[in-house]
């Protein structure tokens, strides 16, 4: 296992939820984290609450300018780069027979292309220190929820991709790995002005017993997985479930 006190690590949207928890478990352990997210007063207090070890960066990571930025902060920040941890994404919901161009663009936009070209930007930096790119897909490709397409399909093309970058990148030893959260609380839904904080808060409780475990997760329990995963020299390539069990779709009846 790699020592996570020397690495250097970018997370996008840094600034709540996953990415949030994981900056904190890397800044815990000894680790060099560099933060995005285009809100700069949530990045902002992230890193002032973390001191030295975390630097915040705004920008929006559809942007190949803030990209290219947000990579040469982490890699002056942190001497290098160890990790890429792309946490930074939206919930994109639309019913099929009403989807709009527009809608479905944006949705790629974020939540695969702009991780895709940052992980490809990445890669020199990475290569140097035999470093790790982590997605984070979601227990969408496992579970089908109606209305949710557009999300779904943009996680299950992190997915697959993951495999392929992994093979590619695995001979510059750098591991390429997904993560598949079940549900977590988290602004995500909020965000998307899917639901007031009321209604996601029933909708999490609801889905406890769909868990394995009779629970949803916690931002921290993922981040501890991504720590994990850019420790493990010898997985790449992998889709992780940190789910309680959600994908395993159990059944009562
Ligand atoms: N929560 C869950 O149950 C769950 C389950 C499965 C997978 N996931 C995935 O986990 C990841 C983290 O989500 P989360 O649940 O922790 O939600 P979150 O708290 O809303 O975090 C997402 C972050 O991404 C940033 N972001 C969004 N669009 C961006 C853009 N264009 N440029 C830069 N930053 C951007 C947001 O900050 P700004 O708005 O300030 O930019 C926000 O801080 C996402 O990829 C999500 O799909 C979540």
Redesign the pocket.
């Known amino acids: 296992m790699r020592d996570v006190n020397t690495m250097s690590v970018l997370i ?9 928890a994981t900056a904190r478990q890397f800044a815990a352990r000894g680790a060099r984290v560099t933060i ?4 700069q007063e ?2 902002d207090a992230v890193a002032r609450s973390l001191g030295p070890a975390c630097r915040a960066i705004a ?4 942007n190949q300018h ?1 990209r290219e930025a947000m990579l040469q902060a982490a890699v002056e920040h942190g001497g290098g780069l160890d990790a890429l941890i ?6 994109y919901r639309q019913a099929v027979g009403e989807y709009t161009d527009e809608f479905l663009r944006e949705a790629f936009e ?2 695969v292309i ?1 991780p895709m070209m940052l992980s490809s930007m990445a890669v020199t930096e990475l290569a140097k220190r035999q470093g790790a790119i982590t997605f ?5 490709t496992r579970r089908a929820y109606p209305g949710a397409t557009p ?1 779904a399909t943009t ?1 299950a093309a992190v997915e697959g991709l993951t495999r392929v970058m992994a093979a590619e990148l695995g001979r510059r030893q750098i591991r390429v790995n997904c993560i ?9 839904n909020l ?1 998307a002005g899917l639901f007031t904080a009321e209604q996601s808060a029933a909708r999490y409780a609801a889905m406890a017993g769909d868990h394995a475990l009779g629970r949803i997760g916690s ?1 921290d329990e ?1 981040g501890e997985a991504i720590v994990f995963l850019a420790q493990a020299e010898w997985i790449t390539g992998a889709s992780l479930e940190v789910d309680g069990g959600l994908g395993l779709g159990i059944s009562n009846n």
């Open positions: 996008t949207g840094g600034g709540s939820g996953i990415g949030e995005s997210g285009r809100r949530k990045i920008g929006d990571i559809t803030h792309n946490c930074a994404g939206n919930m974020t939540n702009a984070i897909g979601s227990i969408h999300y996680k598949l959260p079940g549900a977590v609380s988290t602004e995500i965000r931002s993922v």
